[in-house]
T-cell receptor, first 113, second 118 residues
């Protein structure tokens, strides 16, 4: 299973872009990169996912390097409500019952005014 | 996005009692549901996977007789913590998917249940 490496914590000023890096050097060719976030005492919230092309949605942009060994999640204009733990995930469990997401330790993003 | 409803959000119980947590998919049929557990300041740990109408598949180290999972319909899965003890106190989170098995399938998560066993 591919594993990810993320910084433990990051700080960002409100209104600035938050760039969260993730290394996944052992990713397989058919594994997607997912990003979820978890605000304290809530369930994880889906942000974005991609395979090899850059992706953008209303929440964020995902930049994946050409060799797919790393990616960056970009929150273009961070707000205080973006303070959360951000998980970069490339591992899924494949078993007879289905697939799942395996969470690493994530990055705690603190947005301050 | 799809909505997964989880109840209760918080429960306090005495040691030795059983607690049931419900997870419902509100606007889609959840062929597969997953249960996670999260201890303070730690990441989510997968406990088990269940398909509708089938027995759950438990991760290594998770006691199937202690954590009973029932996935009787395409919209409801329940996790029952039997004979709860203080060490079972944790944040329990469910997630659901349409069960296509595709590698790019999104999972949607419930809001979690904080269990405190006295």
């Amino acid at each position: 299973d591919a594993k990810t490496t993320q910084p433990t914590s990051m700080d960002c000023a409100e209104g600035r872009a938050a760039n969260l890096p993730c290394n996944h050097s052992t990713i397989s060719g058919n594994e997607y990169v997912y990003w979820y976030r978890q605000i304290h005492s809530q369930g994880p919230q889906y942000i974005i996912h991609g395979l090899k092309n850059n992706e953008t949605n209303e929440m964020a942009s995902l930049i994946i390097t050409e060799d797919r060994k790393s990616s960056t999640l970009i929150l273009p204009h961070a707000t205080l409500r973006d303070t959360a733990v951000y998980y970069c995930i490339v591992t899924r469990v494949y078993n007879q019952a289905g697939t799942a997401l395996i969470f690493g330790k994530g990055t705690t993003l603190s947005v301050s005014s | 996005g799809a909505v997964v409803s989880q109840h209760p959000s918080r429960v306090i119980c005495k040691s030795g009692t059983s607690v049931k947590i419900e997870c419902r998919s509100l606007d889609f049929q959840a062929t597969t549901m997953f249960w996670y557990r999260q201890f303070p300041k730690q990441s989510l740990m997968l406990m088990a996977t269940s398909n509708e109408g089938s027995k759950a598949t438990y991760e290594q180290g998770v006691e199937k007789d202690k954590f009973l999972i029932n996935h009787a319909s395409l919209t409801l899965s329940t996790l029952t913590v039997t004979s709860a003890h203080p060490e079972d106190s944790s944040f329990y989170i469910c997630s659901a998917s349409g069960g296509t098995g595709a590698t790019n399938e999104k999972l949607f998560f419930g809001s979690g249940t904080q269990l405190s066993v006295l």
